[in-house]
């Protein structure tokens, strides 16, 4: 959820440097490690462009860790911890006075919240994540209230957004595990949520060794450590709970969702493959390089096929994300070109995946790929909130520092062999399919 955007081991204190650099582009990103005695994770990436810092707290609890019979809890959560009465009665007319950019968001691992302040407002920053740590109490009508703004984000981002709604009929299909719930909740759980569920939740996830303090901006180690001992040292630790989803089990035959509405205009067609879950990041490497061979943008191979050479699609994306603790997916969209059927292009794709399993790629476009992949990559580094996004789902899933790759150096490393395994290896398998068509329309040949 984007929010408003103006929008019990005694541990001793810890620290850890990793210097990460982008040569290429003449930065160098060095994350720094600290641990207080309550369990809290600090994370510190000084950058000295500008006199300003984003700070985000990330708890490692999400959507997969919502209890059955209660999915979107974690992201509901994450809204009521706005309308916290603690010292803060209203933390929006607070970081708004000091003209911070404060948001917040759930994913199926992780909940963050943060806010990108002048450097001098740093302790008044950390001092409103504090005590929505130590000292959360809400009462029911702002339960009341808040469960109501979620029935109508689902009712906005999904009931009435058709892609968003095929695609989590797809992971409720796809996963078996806690992956497959919906992050942001089915209307019949969310009206069940109680206050007890809220302070049950509150007590098992959001307390100091459950969550990281993530500092990117003007700032040095040792004084941001000691601020953080200031604010968060005080609160105590607690059990910690986490539930790490098992690897999905295979899928023995195809599967196949389909969703008409008298809304959809044009069909859109979405073929999906299991990324199995890898023991180490530099494995994910050549599956990205490959998908951007596959599909990223008029120079990949479907596009080149589909759209230029059998003129039978306007669009085709891949994406894939290797940053889950269950198996992750490559997921294929392809737009027919108006008019066109939707069996047609299935067909099309399904031939263009069997010529990329037999073909595998050339040197030639696994060089570009690397190229390509790293000057992306390089773009979204060019300001504090893009380090720290960058850097938020790697410690939230708990990858070691010296994994994770801010430079894409690694990627060098791949060969083209190993890239060509892994696309006979995924490609091969049972894959999922994903149909959004027109109600009562024609999708038979001609």
Not at 5 to 27: D, E, H, Q
Not at 254 to 283: A, G, Q
Request: charged share 25%; proline share 4%.
């Amino acid at each position: 959820m984007l929010h408003r955007f103006f929008s019990f081991f005694i541990l001793p204190l810890l620290f850890f440097t990793y210097p990460i650099s982008l040569k290429a582009v003449n930065i160098e990103h060095s994350i720094k490690h600290a641990k207080l005695s309550n369990g809290l994770d600090i994370y510190i990436v000084p950058n000295h462009r500008i006199p300003a810092v984003l700070h985000a707290v990330i708890y490692k609890v999400g959507g997969m860790d919502d209890p059955i019979g209660k999915a979107g809890l974690a992201h509901y959560f994450e809204h009521l911890i706005f309308e916290t009465t603690g010292k803060f009665k209203d933390i929006e007319s607070t970081m708004s006075s000091i003209g911070a950019q404060f948001n917040a968001f759930t994913t199926r691992e992780y909940t963050c919240y943060y806010e990108l302040v002048l450097k001098g407002d740093l302790p008044l920053a950390m001092e409103v994540e504090a005590d929505r740590m130590g000292n959360f109490n809400v009462t029911q009508d702002k339960i009341d209230r808040e469960k109501n703004i979620v029935l109508e984000e689902r009712k906005m981002r999904f009931d009435n957004n058709l892609n968003n709604l095929l695609w989590e009929e797809m992971n409720s299909a796809f996963y078996r595990t806690g992956y497959g719930r919906s992050v942001i909740g089915w209307e019949s759980d969310i009206r069940t949520y109680n206050q007890d569920d809220i302070i049950r939740f509150h007590d098992n996830y959001y307390h100091p060794n459950n969550a990281i303090l993530l500092i990117v901006g003007d700032v040095e180690f040792d004084e941001v450590v000691e601020l953080a001992r200031e604010k968060y040292g005080e609160i105590k630790a607690k059990p910690t709970i986490r539930h790490y989803p098992n690897q999905d089990p295979a899928h023995n035959a195809d599967l196949s969702v389909t969703l008409e509405s008298t809304e959809v205009k044009e069909p859109v067609l979405y073929f999906r493959y299991r990324v199995p879950l890898f023991k180490n990041m530099d494995e994910t490497s050549a599956v990205n390089l490959a998908v951007e061979v596959l599909g990223g943008g008029k120079s990949s191979k479907l596009y080149k096929d589909l759209v230029l050479g059998k003129s039978v699609a306007v669009s085709v994306s891949t994406y894939y994300s290797s940053l889950a603790f269950s198996d992750s997916y490559i997921d294929i969209e392809v737009t027919p070109k108006s008019g066109m059927k939707l069996n047609v292009i299935e067909r099309e794709l399904d031939n263009a995946i069997n010529n990329f399993i037999f073909e595998g790629i050339t040197n030639e476009e696994l060089q570009s790929a690397k190229s390509k992949y790293k000057a992306a990559q390089f773009d979204k580094l060019s300001d504090l909130t893009s380090i720290a996004m960058f850097y938020i789902p790697h410690l939230a899933l708990d990858i070691p520092l010296d994994e994770i790759d801010i430079s894409y150096s690694k990627i060098n490393d791949v060969n083209l062999e190993n890239v060509n395994n892994k696309i006979r290896t995924i490609f091969s398998t049972n894959k999922l399919v994903g149909r959004l068509l027109p109600k009562g329309g024609n999708n038979e040949d001609k």
